[in-house]
């Protein structure tokens, strides 16, 4: 096949292409003005969905802050109404006063009827300020009923039989316009009721008191008890309070008779069974297969109860026989004896110390109130009792209708002292005998007040050792007479080799009650800080009763009842033992029949060791407690409706 083939010229070929010149401008000029239509199409549209959801965030932004208007009121006006009731009124009152919603609506209105900010720490940091406020005109709270709680009768308005609680019922409206940064505002009206319970419950008075109280007021007191240690309580009755600062322990091999409350600072009770084990139980009873350990509880068995502090020495009671007070703790010297004591011969107690003897206080050397010099006079008594140096051996018996004998062997030496009060307390006649020297001393030991004003009689009898024998004048026989307030304190161990029993007798026994006409003043109180109260019964058909308050108690002290002697058939204690620990006192049965004496009064042995005891107590007074229960509400209407400003 044959191709032809024209050649142009290059002036030929611009000729063909000059009608195209342009065409590449103006495409682009329409391009670029179809551009430009779509972008001001796209702006106007993006404008008008900005000035549209702007709109309509305003308009639920609104929304919102009326809705939250309603929820801070509504809580804000059911506050104010609870805030009407008091922490305790008068029985039989009702707690809301009446007119009490009136007042509130006022206060509703007053808060929140112009522009209110809603701030807090729930705003989110930089939102749009948000507000409200409501139409005064359409708040409205009414109280619609107001019932009793309980049994009782009888309405809100006149209560009967102090009701133990009240049911309000109120109907409220309210109606909140909320607004935020724009002119847009929505408002929305709310209605219901709410109810509110007021609980009362009856109101008490409690008393705390501290007070000094005797350790004789317990008829039984062990500081130190563990519990299953394998020390048991000897088994038999017990009156009068009992306490521990540790806790009981029970056995199984006889009954337990408590007439008077039980007490313990442990929280749970020993039951020790001779079959094996010991169970720890917070419980009045206990049982390992047939056998019950229940003792008999007759006002109850506390426990976990505050421990009860103990005296720190027996200064005090050294000291009552120099100054008939006993209020210093503080450690007697020997310059302290030698300025006040003397012996049967008029001789100062040695400045030096003594080894033994018998003193007493006394004077023969008076201030002249006309010259202000010395002058001599009869020995007169000036203290509180008798002091013996070094060990003894002590015999008590009475004399006549209330006077009182002491026979005291000490380093082999008998003295006897007798005492015989006068009708008026501290008078009488105080007389000291030993072989054939005798000394007659005006006056009678006694318990003198602040002022050093004899006030009763009452005799410290201090041995500064050990009491190797105390006993009456023979079994069954008188040892305390009628009148005598005696209070024995030994520096270390006090034997009891006897019956040591009051000429009256205060309370029966076993009952333990109060004899008739039986309190003359007879008492009786033995005590060591640092020693036992040795049982060492001589007595051959091996009873023993001892009318005293026992007690061997001091802070850090160890001390107790035991038995150093042949075993006891029967012990009987007509008052009480207090001991820091319990020890073998080698008894069958055991009985102390609390001396009820010791509860009235604050009656007690003179300068017995006492504690510091804290009660406390409550009383019924005649009002009520109140408490408010969560309120609850019910809507009956929830109106939404917006407009433009």
Wanted: proline share 5%; aromatic share 6%; glycine share 12%.
């Amino acid at each position: 096949m044959q191709r032809n083939i024209i050649h142009l010229s290059s002036s030929t070929r611009r000729r063909l292409r000059q009608p195209e010149s342009g065409i590449a401008l103006l495409t682009t000029l329409l391009l670029l003005l179809l551009l430009t239509g779509l972008s001001l199409a796209m702006v106007v549209s993006v404008r008008s969905d900005l000035m549209v959801n702007g709109y309509y965030r305003n308009f639920r932004g609104s929304y919102y802050a009326a809705d939250s208007g309603l929820n801070i009121v509504r809580s804000d006006l059911i506050n104010k109404i609870a805030a009407a009731v008091p922490a305790s009124l008068n029985i039989n009152t009702a707690p809301i006063p009446a007119g009490t919603e009136g007042n509130v609506k006022t206060t509703i209105n007053t808060t929140y009827g112009a522009t209110f900010a809603i701030t807090g720490s729930g705003t989110v940091a930089n939102s749009w300020p948000a507000s409200f406020n409501i139409d005064t005109t359409q708040t409205a709270l009414t109280l619609v009923s107001c019932t009793t709680q309980g049994t009782n009768t009888g309405t809100c308005a006149a209560p009967i039989n102090n009701p133990s609680g009240y049911v309000y019922v109120y109907n409220y409206t309210l109606a909140s316009i909320g607004q935020t940064k724009g002119g847009e505002k929505a408002t929305i009206s709310d209605s219901g009721s709410f109810t509110l319970v007021v609980n009362t419950s009856p109101g008490a008075s409690t008393t705390t008191t501290t007070t000094n109280t005797s350790f004789a007021a317990w008829g039984m007191f062990i500081d130190q008890q563990s519990i299953c240690s394998g020390s048991v309580l000897v088994p038999g009755t017990i009156s009068g309070p009992v306490f521990t600062n540790g806790s009981w322990t029970f056995g199984d091999t006889g009954a337990y008779n408590f007439t008077d409350s039980v007490g313990s600072a442990g929280a749970n009770g020993g039951y020790q069974f001779s079959g094996g084990g010991c169970d720890q139980v917070n419980g009045v009873s206990d049982t390992q297969g047939s056998t019950t350990i229940a003792p008999k509880f007759a006002q109850g068995f506390n426990r976990g109860q505050p421990a009860v502090p103990l005296p720190p020495n027996a200064y005090s009671q050294e000291r009552a026989v120099l100054d008939g007070k006993g209020t210093s703790n503080a450690t007697v010297q020997n310059s302290d004896l030698n300025a006040v004591l003397k012996n049967i011969n008029q001789t100062a107690y040695p400045s030096n110390g003594a080894s033994s003897g018998v003193y007493l206080p006394y004077t023969t050397t008076v201030t002249d109130p006309i010259t202000g010099k010395p002058k001599t006079v009869p020995p007169t008594l000036t203290g509180g009792g008798i002091y013996v140096e070094g060990n003894a051996n002590i015999t008590l018996s009475p004399t006549g209708t209330n006077g009182q004998v002491y026979t005291i062997v000490n380093n082999g030496v008998t003295t006897t002292v007798t005492v015989i009060p006068g009708a008026t307390p501290g008078t009488g006649t105080t007389t000291v005998q030993s072989g054939s020297t005798t000394l007659s001393i005006i006056g009678v030991p006694a318990v003198q007040d602040a002022s050093s004003n004899p006030t009763s009689d009452g005799t410290m009898l201090f041995v500064n050792g050990s009491i190797t024998g105390l006993k009456g004048p023979g079994e069954g026989q008188a040892a305390i007479n009628d009148g005598t307030a005696l209070t024995i304190t030994a520096a270390s161990n006090v034997a009891i080799t006897g019956d040591i029993r009051y000429k009256t007798a205060p309370v029966t026994m076993p009952a333990d009650a109060l004899v008739t006409g039986g309190d003359k003043g007879q008492v009786l109180g033995i005590f060591t800080a640092n020693g036992d109260i040795q049982l060492n019964n001589g007595q051959s058909d091996q009873t023993l009763e001892i009318d005293a308050s026992l007690a061997t108690i001091a802070q850090g002290g160890s001390g107790g009842l035991t038995n150093t002697g042949s075993a006891i058939k029967t012990l009987n204690i007509v008052g009480g033992r207090i001991q820091n620990s319990i020890k073998n006192i080698n008894t069958t049965t055991r009985n102390v029949f609390f001396d009820r004496r010791f509860l009235s009064n604050g009656f007690a042995p003179p300068w017995f060791p006492s504690t510091t005891v804290t009660t406390t107590s409550t009383t019924s007074v005649a009002q009520d407690n109140t408490s408010i229960s969560p309120a609850t509400f019910a809507r009956a209407q929830w109106l939404y409706k917006s407009g433009l400003q």
